[in-house]
């Protein structure tokens, strides 16, 4: 059965997403669970060495719009990470 429109609220609104299937993957998966998503994407981690490659010293205010962070976190981050 792959009828989208048979689906609960909200696994329809996921299988109208990503596909009927891949809801099918999630609902077996985590059927059964609350599942909170945070506001941001990636980790700690992945955004200091991130920021220290791409830092040019002029450009934390578009750093801090591409990932969702303040400016002044971006450049206290930067300060830290030396």
């Keep these: 059965m792959s009828d989208i429109k048979a689906l609960n609220d909200v696994y329809r609104e996921i299988a109208e997403l990503i596909g009927y299937d891949n809801a099918m993957i999630l609902y077996t998966h985590f059927k059964g669970q609350q599942i909170t ?3 941001k994407l990636f980790n700690a981690e992945y ?3 991130t920021l220290k490659k791409q830092y040019d010293g002029t450009n ?3 750093l801090a719009r591409t990932y969702g962070y303040s400016e002044r976190w971006i450049k206290e ?3 830290k990470g030396g």
């Design 60 to 62: 934390a205010k578009k």
């Design 77 to 79: 981050l930067i300060k």
């Design 37 to 39: 998503f945070p506001v």
């Design 47 to 49: 955004i200091a060495e």
